[in-house]
């Protein structure tokens, strides 16, 4: 089935498909989504109604495709209530999920999307710069052994020193960097060798950066590198030299794109000055190419034990199967088939009370619940869990499209 996979940040929306095991960028749209914003009131009215324009045609153009959003950045920073009535607002508006995902679980993506592309036997540094976040994760072989999260990103370099941007720079790189490295965090890590992901392959094509072959590994993805010394040079040239408008015709389809090139710059060349990078990877990957390889590490799975068992635990399994780690349920022989509270073996000496405790436990604990209802059945366990999972403001996943009405009414998303 096609897939259409909405990576949406604080500035930068982008579409992908994803069909036969292909993930093909089909749009790039920028909305300063920081421009307006207030945590209690939202984003904007006028970004609103652009970004509602953009998924209803998103959804015009795709009547045969699953469209999946995953959302970052300054959208985290919504208050509780805000935050909620604006998922609604989404989900009744175009049937959609504004899925807001955790820091952590971006970083999971991040990683996902990079790991095993390079089988250097010394740590890495994945650098991912968003609008309103910056992402550190060290990898060492196939392993994250370290994570660091900054409040720190294009839209707000944008924020605090527009002068950035006029025709030339006003503000010298130089400046910023040093501003910058005062901000990040130590790494106990030493990499020499840095990713920046997130559409940095593209801009450094498209801007002439001096690129050369990448003789370190072989991955097609990733087929040039650059030294840090060339990197900086030509940094300095887009801040100096180049004018904006030279850099908004590099990128036609989506101009505003470049708005971000320089504080991007600056921000990454103090990363590598910071943590001494010696060589940059320049990559499209972002978390979208972490999704299509594993979507979720922690999830709940909910439905009926006593009529829907086998569903359930096949279900279970191929989830298992891709790497997912169930919460709960946690075992699969049931004690007493066919009870009104099924419990498992190896849960003997716990109350129903205490089962259903360690459950609710582990929806808060999980990336989403799943909740298995063949034929749209909904038992009454799982109204209390599918409630107390969207109190929490954890995404829901029916395995197919449920009965009840108000079900139906609450933001939600169909099938796996």
């Known amino acids: 089935m096609k897939k259409i996979l909405l990576d949406i940040g604080s500035s930068t929306i982008k579409v992908y498909k994803y069909e036969e095991n292909k993930l093909e960028q089909l749009l790039q749209r920028t909305i300063f989504f920081k421009d307006g914003f207030d945590p209690e009131g939202g984003i904007s009215e006028n970004n609103k109604r652009e970004l509602l324009e953009l998924l209803y045609s998103i959804k015009e153009s795709n009547h ?47 990683e996902k999307a990079l790991v095993g592309k390079c089988n250097l036997n010394e740590p890495l540094l994945l650098v991912n710069i968003g609008g309103g976040t910056t992402e550190l994760v060290v990898m060492y072989g196939e392993e994250a052994i370290e994570r660091k999260n900054i409040e720190l990103g294009v839209g707000k370099i944008l924020n605090e020193f527009p002068e950035i941007n006029k025709s030339t720079s006003e503000i010298k790189i130089e400046e910023l960097i040093e ?15 840095a990713f920046l992901s997130g559409g940095e392959l593209t801009y450094m094509k498209v801007a002439n950066y001096p690129l050369k072959k990448n003789n370190l590994f072989d991955d097609e993805d990733h087929p040039y590198l650059i030294s ?37 710059s600056a921000l990454a060349q103090a990363i590598c000055e910071k943590y001494n990078i010696q060589i940059i990877i320049p990559s499209d990957s972002n978390l979208i190419n972490g999704v299509i390889r594993q979507e979720f590490r922690y999830v709940t799975i909910s439905g009926s034990f006593r009529k829907h068992l086998d569903y359930i635990l096949k279900i279970k399994k191929e989830l298992e199967n891709n790497g997912v780690h169930i919460l709960s349920p946690r075992f699969e022989e049931p004690k007493n088939p066919g009870e009104e509270f099924v419990i498992f073996t190896g849960e003997e000496n716990l109350s129903p009370l205490e089962l259903e405790r360690y459950h609710l436990d582990s929806i808060e604990n999980s990336d989403a619940l799943i909740v298995c209802d063949p034929n749209g059945y909904v038992g009454a366990y799982d109204l209390l869990e599918i409630g107390y999972a969207h109190s929490l403001g954890k995404i829901i996943i029916f395995t197919e499209k449920p009965k009840e009405f108000i079900l139906n009414q609450l933001p939600h998303e169909v099938g796996l």
């Open 64 to 110: 045969d495709a699953k469209i999946k959003i995953y959302t970052t950045g300054i959208f985290r920073n919504l208050a509780s209530k805000t935050k909620r009535n604006f998922i609604d607002e989404i989900f009744l508006k175009t049937g959609l999920y504004f899925n807001i995902i955790s820091h952590e679980l971006e970083n999971f993506y991040l």
């Open 179 to 193: 501003q910058f490295k005062e901000i990040l965090p130590p790494i106990e890590n030493k990499p020499k060798i």
């Open 228 to 264: 840090f010394e060339d990197y900086k040079l030509k940094n300095k040239e887009v801040f100096e030299k180049i004018k904006l408008e030279e850099l908004e015709n590099m990128m036609p389809e989506n101009p505003k794109w470049m708005h971000g090139a320089r504080p991007f």
